[in-house]
T-cell receptor
Framework: DSGVTQTPKHLITATGQRVTLRCSPR?????VYWYQQSLDQGLQFLIH???????AKGNILERFSAQQFPDLHSELNLSSLELGDSALYFC??????????????FGQGTRLTVV | GENVEQHPSTLSVQEGDSAVIKCTYS??????FPWYKQELGKGPQLIID?????GEKKDQRIAVTLNKTAKHFSLHITETQPEDSAVYFC???????????FGQGTILTVHP
């Protein structure tokens, strides 16, 4: 158990809908990272938050947004869902947030299926 | 952006054999070189990492070697066991970028 909790584990929804994925980082970790994993694209970095502030942005679609709350949990919001958004979404957390990367601990992921 | 390539994409070995996976990167600023293991149904987990001022690091059956000049680093697993079967990802990184960029992964299968 990595100590990172993601909910829900599975999500099935229809095209055009909006969903929210939730991540609770390990106790004491200030950084949260979101990744999308699909069969053909591997692990794609979406966004990084450190102590509530956005630190880095990757290939995140405009239909997607994220935030990190004062209690450090994070949510990834996916809207106007398309079939191609079906993937595993991982959250990871780490102690560091900037110039010194330390180990990133991954959650079990949320499997999103858009039908 | 960072261009990361892993080879081979699949690797099949007999139990007890050694396995080597190579990761090539393009960003000369990269200074942190981790390897992650992802088992079926789980998130990736760090198994070993190395920083740019070190050429080699070993942890029991696992080792990582770095060639910064040639911009590649390799994962070495000796005396492989069936439980080593997983997908392995490299993630060469410049720590100030604030993110890990993963390779496409290598599927390792260890046959008993």
């Amino acid at each position: 158990d990595s100590g990172v909790t993601q909910t829900p584990k599975h999500l099935i929804t229809a095209t055009g809908q909006r969903v929210t994925l939730r991540c609770s980082p390990r106790s004491g970790d200030l950084s949260v990272y979101w990744y999308q994993q699909s069969l053909d694209q591997g692990l794609q970095f979406l966004i990084h938050y450190y102590n509530g502030e956005e630190r880095a942005k990757g290939n995140i679609l405009e239909r997607f947004s994220a935030q990190q709350f004062p209690d450090l949990h994070s949510e990834l919001n996916l809207s106007s869902l398309e079939l191609g958004d079906s993937a595993l979404y991982f959250c990871a957390s780490s102690v560091s947030g900037g110039s010194i990367i330390t180990e990133a601990f991954f959650g079990q992921g949320t499997r999103l299926t858009v039908v | 952006g960072e261009n990361v390539e892993q080879h081979p994409s699949t690797l099949s070995v007999q139990e007890g054999d050694s396995a080597v996976i190579k990761c090539t990167y393009s960003d000369s600023a990269s200074n942190y070189f981790p390897w992650y293991k992802q088992e079926l149904g789980k998130g990736p987990q760090l198994i070993i990492d190395i920083r740019s001022n070190v050429g080699e690091k070993k942890d029991q059956r696992i080792a990582v070697t770095l060639n910064k000049t040639a911009k590649h680093f390799s994962l070495h697993i000796t005396e492989t066991q069936p439980e080593d079967s997983a997908v392995y990802f490299c993630a060469p990184t410049y720590t100030s970028y604030g993110k890990l960029t993963f390779g496409q992964g290598t599927i390792l299968t260890v046959h008993p």
